[in-house]
């Protein structure tokens, strides 16, 4: 009883569409077909079905190609050794010199081998090279397939050409086959991250990614059920369209290739700048901000993406921010 009243408020036109617009108005007609948020439970099978995928990409691509630029597993092999385990487990894995002295001591050991067994167990802590490297790849041919099938889905749309026909008919806006496809990969891409962050290779920004894939899958899944599919794409691509140069930077740098590394991160960088700095705010805000007002009154959806799209602007000045630091670095260390 309690679901249901939270289902019924949770779902009041009033925050999801404009007003004098029902649900009633969305429902499937002439053929048409409109967006429904029962449409995104698919989403969490295909990212396990993806999940499968990469593990066989992995496999099978990304590991001979790993293979190729002469990465190999660092996997150190280490003497096992209890009362070291537990101590490293259980105490500390710094121990101080009185700790080397006393563990010495009890495993009939040097102080140096303690030592050495020490440093050894904290580098197999550390992720390995070509774990990252087949991460890397993974994403990167994900993100490109993603690019050119966002490009071949958007170039003969009126309103990537002229903004206002991104609200010419809105909501009332049918569902297109390739806007459907084009969504449902994205999300189920970002579940499949979000699912696989337990298993990938450990990182010190765990938490950050876990707060953008959430935050990506929040953005998507509200502009899907508030049918703002057509700015929804647009954003999708701004993005998807840098991220392929800094995953193909990281396969570069794991694989030892300086130059290549740092000409690919400089590509992404411009481009980031493009994208998230000048394009977002000053042709995908401007869209999704001011022209609606031309159309509608400001209702609560209206209000709530277009919080969203703000916060996520923040967040590239932050990562730019960070970006600028890394060009400094990689400059003048040349």
């Given at each position: 009883?309690?679901?249901?009243?939270?289902?019924?408020?949770?779902?009041?036109?009033?925050?999801?569409?404009?007003?004098?617009?029902?649900?009633?108005?969305?429902?499937?007609?002439?053929?048409?077909?409109?967006?429904?948020?029962?449409?995104?439970?698919?989403?969490?099978?295909?990212?396990?079905?993806?999940?499968?995928?990469?593990?066989?990409?992995?496999?099978?691509?990304?590991?001979p190609l790993a293979k190729?630029?002469?990465?190999?597993?660092t996997g150190q092999k280490?003497?096992?050794?209890?009362?070291?385990?537990?101590?490293?487990?259980?105490?500390?894995?710094?121990?101080?010199?009185?700790?080397?002295?006393?563990?010495?001591?009890?495993?009939?050991?040097?102080?140096?081998?303690?030592?050495?067994?020490?440093?050894?167990?904290?580098?197999?802590?550390?992720?390995?090279?070509?774990?990252?490297?087949?991460?890397?790849?993974?994403?990167?041919?994900?993100?490109?397939?993603?690019?050119?099938?966002?490009i071949a889905f958007l170039?003969?749309?009126?309103?990537?050409?002229?903004?206002?026909?991104?609200?010419?008919?809105?909501?009332?806006?049918?569902?297109?086959?390739?806007?459907?496809?084009?969504?449902?990969?994205?999300?189920?891409?970002?579940?499949?991250?979000?699912?696989?962050?337990?298993?990938?290779?450990?990182?010190?920004?765990?938490?950050?990614?876990?707060?953008?894939?959430?935050?990506?899958?929040?953005?998507?899944?509200?502009?899907?059920?508030?049918?703002?599919?057509?700015?929804?794409?647009?954003?999708?691509?701004?993005?998807?369209?840098?991220?392929?140069?800094?995953?193909?930077?990281?396969?570069?740098?794991?694989?030892?290739?300086?130059?290549?590394?740092?000409?690919?991160?400089?590509?992404?960088?411009?481009?980031?700048?493009?994208?998230?700095?000048?394009?977002?705010?000053?042709?995908?805000?401007?869209?999704?901000?001011?022209?609606?007002?031309?159309?509608?009154?400001?209702?609560?959806?209206?209000?709530?993406?277009?919080?969203?799209?703000?916060?996520?602007?923040?967040?590239?000045?932050?990562?730019?921010?960070?970006?600028?630091?890394?060009?400094?670095?990689?400059?003048?260390?040349?």
């Amino acid at each position: 009883r309690m679901f249901q009243t939270f289902k019924e408020w949770f779902w009041l036109e009033r925050f999801w569409l404009p007003p004098t617009i029902k649900w009633s108005d969305l429902e499937d007609h002439d053929g048409l077909v409109f967006v429904k948020p029962s449409h995104l439970y698919i989403t969490i099978p295909y990212a396990f079905l993806l999940l499968i995928i990469r593990h066989l990409f992995e496999k099978f691509i990304a590991l001979p190609l790993a293979k190729t630029f002469g990465i190999k597993s660092t996997g150190q092999k280490i003497i096992p050794n209890t009362v070291l385990e537990n101590f490293f487990k259980h105490s500390t894995r710094r121990p101080s010199q009185t700790d080397i002295y006393g563990l010495a001591k009890k495993c009939n050991l040097t102080e140096r081998q303690v030592e050495r067994w020490f440093r050894s167990r904290q580098n197999q802590q550390r992720p390995c090279r070509l774990k990252k490297f087949q991460e890397a790849c993974w994403r990167f041919t994900f993100y490109l397939m993603m690019t050119v099938a966002g490009i071949a889905f958007l170039y003969d749309k009126p309103w990537v050409y002229d903004l206002w026909e991104v609200w010419n008919g809105y909501p009332k806006q049918p569902l297109l086959p390739s806007q459907y496809w084009y969504y449902i990969l994205e999300m189920s891409f970002y579940w499949s991250l979000l699912f696989s962050l337990g298993s990938d290779a450990k990182r010190k920004d765990f938490l950050a990614h876990v707060i953008h894939h959430l935050a990506a899958i929040s953005l998507m899944s509200f502009s899907w059920c508030a049918n703002y599919i057509r700015s929804g794409t647009l954003v999708m691509v701004v993005h998807d369209v840098a991220d392929i140069w800094l995953e193909s930077a990281k396969m570069f740098s794991y694989a030892g290739w300086r130059q290549t590394c740092n000409a690919l991160f400089f590509i992404f960088s411009v481009l980031f700048f493009i994208s998230r700095l000048i394009i977002f705010p000053f042709w995908i805000l401007y869209c999704t901000l001011i022209l609606p007002l031309h159309y509608l009154e400001p209702f609560f959806s209206y209000i709530f993406l277009n919080l969203q799209l703000m916060i996520l602007q923040i967040l590239h000045l932050y990562w730019g921010y960070f970006i600028v630091k890394m060009l400094k670095r990689c400059i003048f260390t040349q």
